[in-house]
C-alpha cells in the first residue's frame, strides 16, 4: 500500500470522534484479507467503509485500539468515588475509541458510564464498571485472535527486532515535531512483525497516535544509546 494513504491512519486516530457511517456501506470485498471474517461485537463492514475500505488502515485501528485501551483498563480498576472526573475522561475515550471501529455494544456500554460518572452516579459507575471493563476485555482478546488469522493469510516478513535506522528517523521525527515525518517513519516501523521487542513496537504505535513525542525521544534514547543531538539532528525549540 502506499505509504501516505496507511499514514492517514494515524491521523485518524488523532480525531476524538468518528467520522459518520452512512447507512448503506459496500460488502467486504472478497479479495479482502476481512473476508468472510467475524470478530464478536464489531461491525467489520462498517468498520472497514470508514476506512475506505483498506484493509491495512483497519488493522492499523485494531492494533490501535489494544494497544491504548489495555492501560486504560487497569486504570479504570477500582475506581474511587472521588475519581469520577477522571473517570469519565477514561470511558469518554474509550468510547470513542470503540465506535471509530464500529464496536457499538462496549460503545454504548462506555457512553452510560461516562453519563454517569459525570452525573456523579456513584452507585451506577460501580455497578456497571467491572461489566464494560469484561466487555472490553473480550473485545480486544476477539481483535488478537482476528488479527492472529489476518496474520497467517499475509504472510507479513518476519525480521528479529525494529531496524535501528528506522528507529533513529522516528526519534529524529519526534524531536523535530515533524507529524507527517513522525507518521511516515512509524509506519514503516509497524510494517513487519517482530521476534523481539513487540512491546516496544506497541509502545510506540500507542505514544504515536497520542502525541506523545518527547516521551518517544527519552524511550529510543535509551533504548538505542543515542539522543537526536548525537545522531546529527537538533530537538525542536533547542538551537
Known amino acids: ?6 499514514q492517514s491512519v494515524y491521523m485518524e486516530l488523532r480525531q476524538e470522534d468518528a467520522m459518520p457511517i452512512e447507512d448503506e456501506v459496500p460488502a467486504v470485498r472478497k479479495e479482502s484479507v476481512f473476508a ?3 470478530c464478536g461485537g464489531i461491525n467489520i463492514q462498517k468498520g472497514l467503509a470508514r476506512f475506505g475500505n483498506d484493509d491495512e488502515s483497519y488493522i492499523q485501528v485494531l492494533r490501535s485500539f489494544n494497544d491504548n485501551t ?16 477522571d473517570y469519565a475522561i477514561i470511558v469518554h475515550g474509550i468510547k470513542g475509541s470503540v465506535r471509530g471501529m464500529c464496536a457499538e455494544t462496549v460503545g454504548n456500554k462506555a457512553e452510560a458510564l ?42 507479513i516478513t518476519k525480521k528479529d ?29 509497524d510494517g513487519y512483525e517482530y521476534e523481539n521487542d513487540i512491546d ?3 509502545w510506540l504505535r500507542a505514544n504515536v497516535v497520542q502525541t506523545n513525542f518527547s516521551e518517544i525521544v527519552e ?6 544509546g543515542y539522543s537526536p543531538v548525537t545522531c546529527g539532528h537538533s530537538i525542536a525549540g533547542e538551537g
Open 200 to 202: 516496544l513496537v506497541a
Open 36 to 38: 468472510d471474517e467475524y
Open 114 to 155: 461516562e453519563h454517569a460518572s459525570k452525573a456523579g452516579d456513584w452507585k451506577l459507575v460501580k455497578a456497571n464498571n467491572d461489566d464494560l471493563i469484561k466487555l472490553a476485555e473480550k473485545l480486544i482478546s476477539d481483535i488478537d485472535a482476528l488479527l492472529g488469522r489476518i496474520r497467517a493469510k499475509a504472510n
Open 70 to 85: 489495555k492501560p486504560l483498563l487497569a486504570q479504570m480498576r477500582g475506581v474511587a468515588e472521588e475519581k469520577l472526573n
Open 219 to 224: 524511550r529510543l534514547t535509551e533504548y538505542l
Open 1 to 6: 500500500m502506499e505509504g501516505g494513504k496507511k
Open 161 to 189: 527486532k525494529p531496524d535501528t535506522e528506522e528507529l533513529k528517523k522516528l526519534m529524529k521525527a519526534c524531536a523535530d515535531y515533524d507529524m507527517d515525518a513522525v507518521d511516515e517513519a512509524m509506519t514503516e516501523v
